[in-house]
């Protein structure tokens, strides 16, 4: 009977380690796979927009795919971000809002200040496209291009599709191009790998607060 067991129990090792190779071998596959669904699924709204919209976070990456939606056709540009850096706070930064540092960014990208329109609300994703929302019906905004980084992009066109869609605002999200992975290799870097894992935490937190 033991005999048994030992034979049933090494081929179950023998199984269990070739499943485990086989994931590992196509692990690049799956874990493509995953980020993918992070990415934006709608098409890129086509000029013209009322606003180009730049959401808080990753300052200088967001503010140049803000730069380069602008030059597709100059619109003013909506900075948002309400959130104080707290480590910049504590240096003495004389602004640490996150607007104020993407506002700093896309100066130095060449945006005059004329383009540009601070609005330091929220401090979170889901407070900022609320803000917007209010925003649209205020001044009658219709057509939003919301500038985000990529892995960010899935959770604003739920937002969006909730918030913004039933009022009838068109929108769309651009997705900046990141400055230190690849969206295609995300997991090879430290930044791509927590930027995928923060949307996973996030994605389970707004559909258990009811978000989307």
């Not at 066109?157 to 039933?166: H, I, N, Q, T």
């Not at 997991?187 to 996030?202: D, F, M, N, Q, R």
Request: with cysteine.
């Amino acid at each position: 009977m033991w005999r048994c067991w030992a034979v049933g129990g090494v081929l179950g090792l023998g199984l269990l380690g070739g499943g485990l190779g086989t994931l590992y071998a196509f692990r690049g596959y799956w874990l493509r796979k995953v980020g993918a669904y992070f990415l934006p699924h709608s098409p890129v709204l086509a000029p013209p927009w009322d606003r180009i919209c730049v959401l808080s976070g990753r300052p200088y990456e967001r503010a140049a795919g803000a730069v380069e939606a602008y030059h597709r056709l100059p619109r003013p540009i909506l900075v948002l971000g309400g959130l104080v850096e707290d480590n910049l706070q504590a240096a003495g930064y004389a602004d640490p809002q996150e607007c104020a540092l993407t506002r700093q960014a896309l100066k130095r990208l060449g945006i005059p200040d004329s383009a540009i329109q601070m609005s330091c609300v929220g401090t979170s994703t889901y407070e900022e496209i609320r803000h917007v929302e209010a925003l649209c019906q205020q001044y009658k905004w219709r057509r939003i291009l919301f500038v985000t980084s990529p892995f960010h992009s899935r959770r604003v066109e739920k937002l969006a599709a909730r918030w913004l869609s039933p009022k009838g605002i068109a929108w769309g999200v651009f997705a900046a191009k990141p400055l230190y992975y690849s969206t295609e290799r995300w997991w090879e870097s430290e930044v791509g790998l927590l930027a995928v894992w923060e949307e996973i935490a996030k994605h389970a937190y707004y559909h258990w607060k009811g978000y989307f």
